[in-house]
């Protein structure tokens, strides 16, 4: 008889590769720059692949399976060889962790592989919590916000309380909650391109929400709903601002918040 292989202890300091995501990469290099702090300071040692592109889910939602596949291919051999996989966004965290293993089931050189990738892939706030059990933090807000719940991270990966959970933690914060903080902006990737009109109307509902809390900024754990809930805002005139999760929680969330320029009016209340 075979003895039972021993469980595999996670290393003390493990090797997490971060996935900033091309959104971050290319509109709010911020984002993925305070996520690597995050990470830092929860013990790990932080790698950023450069070749690393979309997780492909465009082309996945689109129907395109062939090139969302290339991509997932590209992308389990770039990572696979870290302790974890970590991603500040729910969408494209749900994607590597939810869609890569059915998009490669027929694969037999990367189905196994796309499995493995999967069960090592975390949101940023989720790994943070959940996995590394870290709520050390050391940043001040004195401000009031309000935080959206975006659809992937909430539906595909159970991101609710954590984020809550942190951000109790943040110096003169004060959150108040949306009235249906868990219902989509509207953005929904493709979804807002094929259909602008149900997309714009969601949004403005999103962002009637957001002004009626009356805080001074609006958080979320994914660029995407953040820049479709910032562009609104701006169209508006409104005066609240958009940040993503990390920027508050590395401290301080240095530079113009999403969509405004350093000259923009805007600030704490």
């Not at 692949?49 to 399976?65: E, F, K, L, S």
């Not at 291919?73 to 590597?96: H, K, W």
């Not at 309380?161 to 914060?173: H, S, T, W």
Request: with cysteine; glycine share 10%; proline share 6%.
């Amino acid at each position: 008889m075979t003895a039972a292989a021993p469980p595999v202890t996670p290393p003390v300091t493990p090797r997490v590769g971060l996935f900033a995501t091309c959104l971050v990469d290319l509109y709010r290099p911020s984002v993925g720059f305070a996520a690597a702090s995050l990470l830092e300071q929860a013990g790990c040692e932080v790698f950023v692949p450069r070749a690393q592109v979309c997780c492909g889910q465009p082309a996945y939602n689109a129907g395109d399976r062939a090139n969302a596949a290339a991509i997932a291919r590209q992308t389990i051999n770039l990572f696979e060889g870290f302790d974890y996989i970590v991603a500040p966004s729910g969408s494209c965290a749900g994607m590597l962790r939810r869609h890569y293993p059915d998009l490669l089931s027929d694969d037999p050189q990367y189905a196994t592989r796309a499995q493995s990738v999967a069960d090592k892939t975390w949101e940023l706030i989720v790994f943070l919590t959940d996995v590394r059990g870290w709520t050390d933090i050391d940043a001040s807000w004195p401000a009031s916000v309000t935080y959206h719940d975006a659809c992937s991270g909430l539906r595909e990966l159970g991101v609710k309380n954590q984020p809550r959970q942190l951000l109790e933690k943040v110096e003169g914060l004060e959150l108040r909650e949306l009235e249906a903080a868990d219902v989509c902006c509207g953005f929904g990737g493709t979804f807002c391109i094929k259909y602008p009109e149900v997309s714009g109307a969601m949004v403005d509902n999103k962002v009637d929400e957001i002004v009626a809390t009356g805080a001074a900024t609006v958080l979320s754990g994914d660029l995407g709903c953040l820049m479709n809930i910032a562009g609104r805002l701006s169209r508006r005139g409104e005066a609240v601002e958009a940040r993503h999760m990390a920027e508050i929680l590395a401290g301080p969330a240095i530079g113009p918040a999403i969509g405004r320029t350093a000259d923009s009016d805007g600030g704490k209340a």
